[in-house]
């Protein structure tokens, strides 16, 4: 795909999440977004309906961007991610799911004879992505299982990991934009074009604190750019993604992400960079 056409794409992304944004905003003020109103971490009234914006229009574009073999695949993940993370954001903001969050708290709602949202969350996006990697398998040869297990691992793993990030104004949005820049090139580029311009489109209203992306927009952002991960040629490279995804993943049931980006020079300017002050 040509540097025009992906262009095209991203303006294109950009257009209908800036139309989809101005739409929510008009929602949000009524009672119909009254379960979407939430308050931040300053203490900020903003709306969650800047995930479904985002959800619809990244993957809307990235459809349209996809290489042959792959758009049913982005219309899947995209649409499967947004509608179970914007149900975790509905239902997991229970007060009886209060104590289901991360893995720990959906294991051990499990125990307790109960399925929390964000179980029903990971369910739902591992299947998609499972769905996805059969959709795009490359071949019938020895290694196939290896490719289907490392697309699983990447899609999901990517929407679970974008959507960590997404504690701070702009935070999950930046790290989208910033690896949708980077994969931006090769035939399968397009996957993230559109989503790229999309993710700038809703961007500053997330960094003004009028919109959070929440489950529903960090998952579904995420597992577009997890399929675009997938499409690298190297398995090798895949399989390293994959681990420093797990890692991450894994970490972050110990370390707090905020803690140590505040700590680190660079990773500290850039999450603040265009946030209003505490």
């Known amino acids: 795909m040509s540097g025009r056409r992906k262009a095209a794409l991203a303006l294109g992304g950009a257009a209908v999440g800036r139309a989809a944004l101005t739409l929510a905003g008009g929602l949000a003020a009524r009672p119909a977004g009254a379960a979407w109103r939430r308050t931040n971490y300053a203490g900020r009234p903003l709306t969650l309906l800047g995930g479904p914006v985002l959800a619809a229009s990244a993957t809307a574009a990235s459809v349209l961007g996809a290489p042959t073999g792959t758009r049913a695949a982005a219309a899947l993940v995209g649409t499967v991610s947004g509608l179970v993370g ?35 969350k990971v369910a739902g996006i ?15 040869r ?7 297990v490392l697309t699983t691992g990447l899609i999901a793993g990517a929407a679970n990991l974008v959507n960590l990030l997404d504690l701070r104004p702009g935070r999950a949005a930046k790290a989208g934009v ?44 995420g597992a577009l750019v997890g ?51 505490s």
Do not use: W
């Open 142 to 148: 020895a290694g196939t299982l290896v490719d289907a």
């Open 86 to 120: 914007g149900y975790d954001d509905l239902v997991g903001a229970r007060p009886e799911q209060a104590r289901d969050k991360g893995l720990a708290g959906h294991l051990g709602a499990l125990r307790a004879g109960r399925i929390s949202a964000g179980a029903v």
């Open 227 to 277: 399929l675009r991960l997938a499409q690298l040629p190297g398995r090798g490279s895949r399989a390293g993604l994959l681990t420093a995804i797990v890692a991450l993943t894994l970490a972050s049931e110990k370390v707090s992400f905020t803690k140590v980006i505040e700590a680190t020079p660079g990773l500290r300017e850039l999450d603040r960079l265009g946030r209003r002050p």
């Open 178 to 221: 910033l690896a949708s820049v980077a994969t931006l090139g090769g035939p399968a580029g397009g996957l993230v074009a559109g989503p790229l311009g999309a993710t700038l489109a809703v961007l500053p209203a997330d960094l003004g604190e009028q919109v959070m992306l929440g489950d529903c927009g960090a998952n579904a952002l």
């Open 126 to 140: 591992v299947t998609a992505s499972a769905a996805a990697a059969a959709l795009t398998r490359r071949d019938r």
